[in-house]
T-cell receptor, first 112, second 113 residues
């Protein structure tokens, strides 16, 4: 059973547009949600994260919106740049805070 | 900056053969992890460790063993490699806060023929 779901699988936006990536989860006890960014040929790297006590987290052009009641969150990339072209993974913390469950990822392509 | 290295970076193995993937971190981190990445499945946790000489099962441990002989080193062992184990394998480390921020290595592409 997939505990973390992401949509869409892939997304193409024009430079300057806002990309919206969606994530949902099953277990209401999850309370920490990081997003990882992965460029081709590299390992993922932490981009931004949010705790369940907050409904919004902003870091530059990247913003997480969190809806605890619906068990959904989204990552908004505003003023998208070609350098943002990557795969983005939503994750949740589990196993008593020791490990992460990752979603299947959304591949974003930004066209100049 | 955090540094996690993996070796080899790519490997071709035969079905039924033994494969060992190695990971080394210089971050002085307590936790180390092994994930596999397949198209359509994202990253799935195989094994992890939070102290030397001890390992824990992740979500998909079947067919894999792990070894943590020291804080810096963590190996993934496929005793009898199978076609279904063809994937990209990532090692990661994190400090004693566990999963809050993981630092990933560059990955090992394993092809089992």
């Amino acid at each position: 059973q997939q505990q973390v779901r992401q949509s869409p699988q892939s997304l193409t936006v024009w430079e300057g547009e806002t990309a919206i990536l969606n994530c949902s989860y099953e277990d209401s006890t999850f309370n920490y949600f990081p997003w990882y960014q992965q460029f081709p040929g590299e390992g993922p790297a932490l981009l931004i994260s949010i705790r369940s006590v907050s409904d919004k987290k902003e870091d530059g052009r990247f913003t997480i919106f969190f809806n605890k009641r619906e068990k959904k969150l989204s990552l908004h990339i505003t003023d998208s740049q070609p350098g943002d072209s990557a795969t983005y993974f939503c994750a949740v913390l589990y196993q008593g805070g020791r490990a992460l469950i990752f979603g299947t990822g959304t591949t974003v392509s930004v066209s100049p | 900056e955090a540094a996690v290295t993996q070796s080899p970076r790519s490997k071709v193995a035969v079905t039924g053969g033994k494969v060992t993937l190695s990971c080394h971190q210089t971050n002085n981190h307590d936790y180390m992890y092994w994930y596999r990445q397949d198209t359509g499945h994202g990253l799935r946790l195989i094994h992890y460790s939070y102290v030397a000489d001890s390992t824990e099962k992740g979500d998909i441990p079947d067919g894999y063993k792990a070894s943590r002989p020291s804080q810096e080193n963590f190996s993934l062992i496929l005793e009898l490699a199978s076609l279904s184990q063809t994937a990209v394998y990532f090692c990661a480390s994190s400090d004693r806060t566990g999963g809050y921020e993981q630092y990933f290595g560059p990955g090992t592409r394993l092809t089992v023929l």
